[in-house]
C-alpha cells in the first residue's frame, strides 16, 4: 500500500502564497498519476490539480488556473502544490492523492486510490 503525508499547510494573509509537499512510500512513485483535492467546512471533497507520471502533463480546477502550479520530482517520491495569489475562497484542508491504475490523469476523485490525512491552509482577507 501507499502512504501520503501532507506537509506546508498554514495561516496567510490574501494575496500570499504557500507551498504544499507530499511525500509518498515506495518505489513506484514514478508509476502514480497524482493529484491535490482540497474541503472546505462543511463542503465536499473538490478537484485542485492533477498531473501525469512524467510531470509533462497537468489540470488545473478553474478557480486556481493561472495561480496554482502542480509538480513533482519523482527521485524524492514528492508531488508539490505552489498557490500563489491566495484568497480566502482558498481556505480548505488540502490532501494529496495517488492514482495507481491506468495511465490518464483526472479530476475525479473516485479515480485515486490512497489519499493523505490532509493539511490546513487558512487565507485571511
Known amino acids: 500500500q501507499v502512504q501520503l503525508v501532507e506537509s506546508g499547510g498554514g495561516l496567510v494573509q490574501a494575496g500570499g502564497s504557500l507551498r504544499l509537499s507530499c511525500a509518498a512510500s515506495g518505489r513506484t512513485f514514478s508509476n502514480y498519476v497524482m493529484g491535490w483535492f482540497r474541503q472546505a467546512p462543511g463542503q465536499e471533497r473538490d478537484f485542485v490539480a492533477t498531473?501525469?507520471?512524467?510531470?509533462?502533463?497537468?489540470d488545473y480546477a478553474d478557480s486556481v488556473k493561472g495561480r496554482f502550479t502542480i509538480s513533482r520530482d519523482n527521485a524524492k517520491s514528492t508531488v508539490y502544490l505552489q498557490m500563489n495569489s491566495l484568497k480566502p475562497e482558498d481556505t480548505a484542508v488540502y490532501y494529496c492523492a495517488a492514482k495507481t491504475l491506468g495511465l490518464l490523469k483526472s479530476r475525479s476523485s473516485g479515480n485515486y486510490d490512497y489519499w493523505g490525512r490532509g493539511t490546513q491552509v487558512t487565507v485571511s482577507s
Open positions: 498531473m501525469s507520471r512524467s510531470g509533462s502533463s497537468t
